[in-house]
């Protein structure tokens, strides 16, 4: 089945500072979704990209889906962006059935 | 809110006792998934029913664990005889009404705690 790395796991940021985080797939998926999990366990939605690039507000998304990677990108990061950053896929001729990733924790410290 | 509702939200129970979770997903749409969490891990799949119909399980899913989706609406995952491994997050996710991409949106879960 499909693999999904992503990196860094931990990752420890100033308030004010920017951060990357990288999803790489080990085949390419038909849908890929990023996650934010907040301390009481919800999954937050933040982009749904299985292609090309998004933005919202500080957060924007790109995948480049023929290199089966993507990438999240937080600007000026805030204390409230703490928590666990999640990307997934689901593979070709699947149900849809995500496969997660093991996350990136994201510590901002004010 | 992403209009996928679960209950109870916590569970707490002694090994070797049934529990049983529901999910209420976004209404009208006739796809639903189940995953499990633990600690530190992101979540795995677990089964997905397509209107009443489950049409595939992981092989987390032992022989303890059944879901249903009567009507195709809610569902409910039974676990039995539990034992502490069991102790995880339950999630359950649909894509919105309408929806004819999969995008997936998720409830906020239920956490079961095997003593």
């Known amino acids: 089945g499909i693999q999904v790395e992503q990196s860094p796991p931990d990752l420890i940021l100033q308030e004010g500072a920017n951060s990357t985080l990288r999803c790489n797939f080990s085949?390419?998926?038909?849908?890929l979704q990023w996650f934010h999990q907040n301390p009481w366990g919800q999954l937050i939605n933040l982009f749904y990209?299985?292609?090309g690039t998004k933005q919202n507000g500080r957060l924007s998304a790109t995948t480049v889906a023929t290199e089966r990677y993507s990438l999240l990108y937080i600007s000026s990061s805030q204390t409230t962006d703490s928590g666990v950053y999640f990307c997934?896929?689901?593979?070709?001729?699947?149900?849809?059935?995500?496969?997660f990733g093991k996350g990136t924790k994201l510590s901002v410290k004010p | 809110d992403t209009g996928v509702s679960q209950d109870p939200r916590h569970k707490i129970t002694k090994r070797g006792q049934n529990v049983t979770f529901r999910c209420d997903p976004i209404?009208?749409?006739?796809?639903l998934y189940w995953y499990r969490q633990t600690l530190g891990q992101g979540p795995e799949f677990l089964t997905y029913?397509?209107?009443?119909?489950?049409?595939?399980k992981s092989r987390l899913l032992s022989d303890r664990f059944s879901a249903e989706r009567p009507k195709g609406s809610f569902s409910t995952l039974e676990i039995q005889r539990t034992e502490q491994g069991d102790s995880a997050m339950y999630l359950c996710?649909?894509?919105?009404?309408?929806?004819?991409?999969?995008?997936?949106?998720f409830g906020p879960g239920t956490r079961l705690t095997v003593l």
């Open positions: 990209i299985p292609s």
């Open positions: 209404s009208e749409h006739n796809r």
């Open positions: 085949d390419s998926v038909n849908n």
């Open positions: 029913f397509q209107n009443e119909a489950q049409l595939e």
């Open positions: 997934a896929g689901s593979g070709w001729g699947s149900q849809g059935n995500l496969i």
């Open positions: 996710a649909s894509p919105p009404s309408g929806s004819s991409y999969n995008e997936q949106f």
